[in-house]
């Protein structure tokens, strides 16, 4: 599975977009990108999945390259609600290779 | 809601003892996973099912073992616990499929005092 290597945190304020930027060098050709949000004391949710190119749902866009070497999600106008840890993950129940997370980005809103 | 659900919420217990956590996938799903998340820790993957059989492991330790039934729940069985095994413990679903996103449960906090 590829290792993937994501800034340990990140501030911001309310209102601004942030972009959580992930890196997977080793990515294998059927992998897709996942990203999770995860609160305290709470299990991770799923936010966004894409292969290539750019992924747009209610909550979330992620952008990844040609090169799939990396991927960046973005969140628009955050909220202090959006403070959390976001785990990418690159490669999804692909047989029998072990699902490991990385350590995430914890992200914290401002007023 | 995920539609995964994890019981007990909260566990307390001595060490020496052995505890017995479960987990019921969503819907439709045939894969489940066991996570170990130490307090601000990341989560550490032990044990992946599909369909009952065992499909990858992790660091999963010797007293840990697990097992997926035949209606798709699952058990994740701790013996001679430790103080370190104090955790919280996820259990994903998802379909199996290849890429497949996982859905997390809200977790068991052991606590081994």
């Known amino acids: 599975l590829a290792k993937t290597t994501q800034p340990i945190s990140m501030d911001s304020y309310e209102g601004q977009e942030v972009n959580i930027t992930c890196s997977h060098n080793?990515?294998?050709?059927?992998?897709?990108i996942t990203w999770y949000q995860q609160f305290p004391s709470q299990g991770p949710r799923f936010i966004i999945q894409?292969?290539?190119t750019k992924v747009t749902n209610e909550v979330a866009s992620l952008f990844i390259p040609a090169d799939r070497k990396s991927s960046t999600l973005s969140l628009p106008r955050v909220s202090l609600s959006d403070t959390a840890v976001y785990y990418c993950?690159?490669?999804?129940?692909?047989?029998?290779?072990?699902?490991?997370f990385g350590s995430g980005t914890r992200l914290q809103v401002q007023p | 809601d995920s539609g995964v659900t994890q019981t007990p919420k909260h566990l307390i217990t001595a060490t020496g003892q052995r505890v017995t956590l479960r987990c019921s996938p969503r819907?439709?799903?045939?894969?489940v996973y066991w996570y170990q998340q130490s307090l601000d820790q990341g989560l550490q993957f032990l044990i992946q099912?599909?369909?009952?059989?065992?499909?990858a492991k992790g660091n999963i330790l010797e007293r840990f073992s697990a097992q997926q039934f035949p209606d798709l729940h699952s058990e994740l069985n701790l013996s001679s616990l430790e103080l370190g095994d104090s955790a919280l413990y996820f259990c994903?679903?998802?379909?199996?499929?290849?890429?497949?996103?996982?859905?997390f449960g809200n977790g068991t906090r052991l606590t081994v005092t």
């Open positions: 994903a679903s998802s379909s199996g499929q290849p890429n497949s996103p996982l859905h």
């Open positions: 080793n990515i294998a050709t059927n992998d897709y």
């Open positions: 894409g292969y290539k």
């Open positions: 993950l690159v490669g999804a129940d692909t047989g029998r290779r072990a699902l490991t």
């Open positions: 819907s439709g799903d045939l894969s």
């Open positions: 099912y599909y369909n009952g059989e065992e499909r």
